[in-house]
Structures are given as C-alpha cells and as structure tokens.
C-alpha cells in the first residue's frame, strides 16, 4: 500500500536561518506531489505542486521553493526564512488526474 | 477561477439531531468535489467525493449544479463526528485542488 512520509514534525527556527522540509511516497510510482500551507482561518492554500520530477509548478509568489529531485520525494526550501513563513505545512500525493489526494502529517514550522 | 466557500467556520450540533455542513463553488467547468476531515490528532483525509456517490460513515453530499452546492450531510449526528471539514475542488485542466477555509464540527453529547 501507499505511504507518505513527512518530517520533521515540528520545527523552530530564527529569522534568516535556511529551510528544507522533506516528503517522500512509497508504493507507487510517478505521483503528482503537493505542498500546501494550512493557516488558521484560511484553510489550505496550494503552494507548488509537481507532475513529474523536475516539474514544479508554483502557486504563489513567496519566499519558498521546491524541488523534486527523486520521483517520490519532494522538498520545500527557503535560503532565508521569514516571520511569516510560520505556518503548517502539509504534503500530499495523488496518483494523478481525478484522483484523490492523501496527506502527511504536515510539519508546524515556529520562526522566532 | 475555481473557488470553494464554506461559510461557516464553527458549527455545534447536539448528538443525535441532523447535522448539514455547507459548501459552495465557483467553476467554469464541470466540478469534481470532494469533502475531507481531519480528525483530533489524526491526518486530513478524503471523505467522500461526489463522483462514487457513496455514504461513509453515514456522511452524504449531493453535487447541485443549479446552486452550485455540495453540501455534506448526516441524520443522525455520533459524538466521533467531531472534526475539521473541508470542502475541496479539482481543476481538471492542472490536477489543482481548492480547498475551502473548513468548518469546525463540534457534536455536543
């Protein structure tokens, strides 16, 4: 069966310091993969998604990248993180059009 | 652009009575929705999608075309029905998923 991983759980970290949170999917093959921001009251917001490796698509002009370097792992970057990048940050995997998406456990990122 | 309103954000509802959790779209294409629910301490995942037609845990919702409605609904409210739900919807043409803001269920015993 599919899983997906992601970590770290939690995360703090200072005002400038740099930034890789990691998603990897096991059990299938050329995954769509997503990185969302969930902010309370806001409900999810779509960051980058990933049709196939190398292949980032990004949402919403910010201060984070990602990166697929590998067919089921998926990396959200920053060289220089902000107090507003504090946040949830949730992965998710689809197997691809129309299909449903599945979730990790995210990863509540503190900036101090 | 697609967009997904859930207009309330908390919603009580006493054990037992009808529970319905509003959810409206704005697509120019022909939608497919789907509701998710992320429990206490537990992932966010799918519920139900509008395509299967299928009642999960005791959950339905019912794509209106006409109101552009997808509204998710119970008879008979369980005190595990307590939750976070999200209405979402895909764009076809870029495998996007909109979520809605979510509604925060809450069933009093």
């Known amino acids: 069966s599919q899983t997906i991983h992601q970590w770290p759980a939690t995360l703090v970290q200072p005002v400038g310091s740099p930034l890789s949170l990691e998603c990897t999917v096991e059990g299938t093959s050329n995954p769509n993969l997503y990185w969302y921001r969930q902010a309370a009251g806001r409900g999810l917001q779509l960051l980058f998604y990933?049709?196939?490796?190398?292949?980032i698509s990004s949402e919403v002009p910010q201060n984070l990248s990602a990166s697929r370097p590998q067919d089921r792992q998926f990396i959200l970057s920053s060289k220089k993180l902000l107090l507003s990048d504090s946040g949830f940050y949730l992965c998710?995997?689809?197997?691809?059009?129309?299909?449903?998406?599945?979730f990790g456990d995210g990863t509540r990122l503190s900036i101090l | 652009a697609q967009r997904v309103t859930q207009p309330e954000k908390l919603l009580s509802v006493f054990k037992g009575a009808p529970v319905e959790l509003k959810c409206n779209y704005s697509?120019?294409?022909?939608?497919?929705l789907f509701w998710y629910v992320q429990y206490s301490r537990q992932r966010l995942q799918l519920l139900l999608r509008h395509i299967s037609r299928e009642s999960i845990k005791g959950f339905t919702a019912d794509l209106n075309k006409g109101e552009t409605s997808f509204h998710l609904k119970k008879p008979f409210a369980q005190e595990e029905d307590s939750a976070m739900y999200y209405c979402?919807?895909?764009?076809?043409?870029?495998?996007?998923?909109?979520f809605g803001t979510g509604t925060r269920l809450t069933i009093i015993p």
């Open positions: 697509y120019s294409g022909s939608p497919e």
């Open positions: 979402a919807l895909i764009n076809f043409g870029n495998e996007k998923l909109t």
């Open positions: 990933s049709v196939g490796i190398g292949q």
């Open positions: 998710a995997w689809s197997a691809g059009l129309n299909q449903p998406q599945h």
